[in-house]
């Protein structure tokens, strides 16, 4: 062969590879931008729940913990030998959390049937 016809040959061959990493490499291109686009999307149509849900699941947090802690300290309390009457104002503060805890959770739940995929 002439070194004409191998200079075109290579000339073909690396148009077509090169063709194909740029094919290839703008598919990828599009599949993130995609994604991206489709995250975008969903945060925005979210967002309004977002940070409801966010607000709604801190004060979830906060108030479980405070049911830990009444819990600990109506044992701690009974544990020390205190009589029953004595209890009254911690069993209050306890049901009076305890009643908090509901309201966040039916909260949260209507919050999670808003999102629904």
């Excluded at 947090?61 to 405070?66: D, G, V």
């Excluded at 959390?97 to 999670?112: A, G, I, N, P």
């Amino acid at each position: 062969m002439s070194d004409i016809v191998v200079g075109a040959l290579i000339g073909i061959g690396g148009v077509v590879v090169g063709g194909c990493i740029s094919y290839v490499t703008t598919r990828l291109q599009l599949k993130q931008q995609e994604r991206e686009a489709r995250r975008e999307r969903l945060i925005s149509d979210r967002e309004r729940y977002l940070t409801r849900l966010r607000e709604c699941t801190s004060k979830w947090i906060k108030n479980s913990n405070m049911v830990v802690a009444m819990s600990v300290s109506v044992t701690q309390a009974r544990e020390s030998g205190m009589e029953p009457s004595g209890l009254q104002q911690e069993w209050n503060d306890f049901d009076m959390v305890l009643d908090k805890s509901r309201e966040l959770t039916e909260e949260f739940d209507v919050l999670l049937e808003e999102v629904g995929d």
